[in-house]
């Protein structure tokens, strides 16, 4: 039978012509997108002959192979798999007009950039003409397993392409690319060099089924040398348990997230049914020293089949996740997804929602079973985990179930569930506390009445912190107080005789507080007297549904404008300080040293729970000044 040539449609031509000028940024996937094309045509041999046992095909040493000639400046990738017939070239390889050309092209067109055209070009499906980006032309050679007539196919990547029939075609595929001239600028790599063709296959297709050969170049005798093999084929992500040992699957996780130590907890998945995937994933044993840097680069590995796809996929773990490391690998997912796609994809949802819960019942379980590591994971990770519970409604419960935080109970962090136990009767909420470090809120003047009466409170320390407890609210019917917030009742003692006590103080110091609020309305809009107060003069509190100093800081320092809140100024009517105050009120018509004296007392409060004075200078002569007259 004679060469017959065939155009091309024409949208499907000008489809063809922006694929191959503008649509992929990394040419190197080309080989990716022939090597994977050769695995699925094993892949479909192997299921055929169990099928057919029949079947006039040699299965007996099935492989994909590539050859490289420096000369000639080709490149052939070839495989003994099913082949394809006259007929299945003419409809698969010679033509990409399918339905729903012309509305790609219109989107083609209108793509901004590379990124969202190859996002478009992973919908349609035409990865085989991505050889055309390194390639002047194309030549196609198969036969179909059991059929005696091969196929040549032969195209430029323009207008036409040739088909002709051939005799002496061997059982499977073989494409060869007349490579173009290397172009480093272009991003055009020297493709008959051994070691980039190593290098692309290790990265994209290790993990492939068959092994993939090249055939090394001659030596000086002329002698051949013997096929390298280039693929370890050790997805241990497809292999039972028991067919793993430790090391290897360490031995994969310092590959893939290059860090040296061994990993803390390894995590295995697999997904079977309308949408199968598997996953193995690694909790690290220590937090990167990036890991809260904007450009820390988060996400797993993920494959299609066992084919590299990208590195570092955001799409399949949320970003308090960003720790987790490891690879999923998806049989239903086209090779060209793009991340465009993946924001979309439902599959890809349910498998972020599988994923996430499956490694937050693994941390639970480090948890019941294995303190010292549950240990080692919330001292590195427990930071970052504490974002879920802002972020992530659905597993607030789950988070919380396998946090643990510091608490004046003793050294060792408990869980919420824990301290709940420990309430003490009559008790109605959880109580915490947020600051820069423990022994600074340990300390705080706050702490006072708690620490009387023996009360438990939470020490929070992470700058999250001050975001969740609005966030969770409520744990199991209690509510989230802040000590430093809103009014504290901790239990009335003495009966009447002590409210009669607080009555009577509340008349004597009314004059003291009005003058007091009036003298510092700058700054306060409220003064009181205390009931969290037993060894501080005073303290600065702030409404219960007011923003904290650090929130309102933390909000400045990403850019948003928040308006100063003023905050209230309680004090202890048992301190002496406080009692000469009221004293000098009542006393003294000329009060001038009296409003320095108020001055100061605020000023120590909010020195006391570590802020800063609004004008340190001013402060520091106050200061200064009342120790001149002591002397």
Request: include cysteine.
């Amino acid at each position: 039978m004679t060469t017959e040539t065939f155009e091309f449609q024409v949208e499907a031509r000008q489809l063809l012509q922006l694929m191959i000028h503008s649509v992929y940024s990394n040419k190197d996937v080309f080989l990716r997108e022939l090597v994977s094309n050769a695995s699925d045509a094993l892949d479909k041999l192997r299921l055929e002959k169990l099928r057919d046992d029949a079947l006039d095909a040699d299965v007996s040493d099935l492989h994909i192979e590539i050859d490289v000639d420096k000369e000639a400046r080709t490149l052939t990738v070839r495989d003994n798999g099913i082949g394809m017939s006259y007929d299945e070239v003419g409809q698969l390889i010679g033509t990409i007009a399918k339905s729903g050309t012309a509305t790609l092209l219109k989107e083609l067109r209108e793509a901004q950039d590379a990124a969202g055209a190859e996002g478009l070009i992973g919908q349609f499906g035409v990865g085989f003409y991505s050889g055309f980006m390194v390639a002047d032309e194309m030549t196609l050679v198969t036969r179909r397993a059991g059929e005696s007539k091969g196929t040549r196919w032969s195209s430029r990547g323009e207008a036409t392409y040739t088909l002709e029939i051939v005799d002496d075609a061997p059982q499977g595929t073989s494409v060869t690319l007349h490579l173009k001239p290397a172009d480093p600028e272009n991003q055009l790599h020297d493709y008959t060099a051994a070691w980039t063709v190593r290098d692309i296959v290790k990265r994209y297709s290790d993990f492939i089924t068959w092994p993939i050969r090249m055939v090394p170049e001659a030596g000086e005798d002329g002698s051949t040398p013997e096929p390298e093999t280039l693929n370890s084929m050790k997805a241990l992500w497809a292999r039972s348990r028991e067919e793993v040992s430790d090391d290897e699957y360490h031995e994969l996780y310092k590959h893939i997230s290059h860090d040296w130590r061994e990993p803390l907890e390894t995590i295995r998945l697999q997904a079977e049914g309308t949408f199968e995937y598997q996953a193995l994933l690694f909790v690290p044993s220590h937090a990167p020293h990036d890991l809260f840097t904007r450009d820390f680069r988060r996400g797993v590995q993920l494959y299609v089949k066992r084919v590299f796809i990208m590195d570092d996929c955001e799409e399949l773990l949320p970003p308090y996740l960003r720790f987790v490391k490891g690879v999923v690998d998806a049989q239903d997912l086209s090779l060209n997804v793009s991340r465009e796609i993946l924001q979309q994809d439902r599959h890809i949802r349910m498998m972020q929602r599988r994923l996430t819960k499956k490694v937050l019942s693994t941390v639970k379980e480090l948890m019941t079973k294995d303190a010292d590591r549950y240990a080692t994971f919330w001292r590195e990770f427990g930071t970052v985990l504490k974002e879920g519970l802002v972020t992530d409604s659905e597993n607030r419960d789950a988070i919380l179930a396998v946090s643990s935080f510091a608490t004046t109970h003793g050294d060792e962090p408990a869980t919420l569930a824990q301290y709940a136990e420990r309430m003490k009767d009559g008790q109605d909420d959880i109580y915490f506390i947020t600051g820069e470090s423990r022994q600074s809120i340990e300390n705080s003047p706050h702490m006072e009445a708690f620490r009387d009466k023996g009360i438990e409170v939470l020490l929070l320390t992470d700058p999250v912190d001050e975001v969740w407890v609005d966030a969770v609210g409520v744990y199991e019917g209690r509510t989230l107080r802040s000590v430093t917030k809103g009014e504290i009742d901790l239990g009335a003692e003495g009966g009447e005789k002590a409210a009669e006590e607080r009555e009577k103080q509340a008349e004597e110091y009314a004059g003291l507080l009005g003058w007091m609020r009036e003298r510092l309305e700058e700054d306060i809009k409220e003064v009181r007297l205390s009931a969290r107060l037993t060894v501080s003069p005073a303290c600065v509190v702030s409404d219960a549904h007011d923003l904290t100093p650090a929130l309102e800081q933390m909000y400045r320092a990403m850019g948003q404008e928040v308006p100063r809140t003023k905050r209230i100024l309680e004090l202890n009517p048992g301190h002496p300080l406080v009692k000469g105050l009221n004293r000098a009120y009542r006393e003294r018509e000329d009060r001038t040293e009296l409003a320095e004296s108020a001055e100061l007392l605020h000023t120590l409060a909010v020195l006391a729970e570590g802020g800063q004075p609004k004008d340190p200078a001013a402060f520091v002569k106050l200061v200064a000044d009342r120790l001149e007259r002591t002397l």
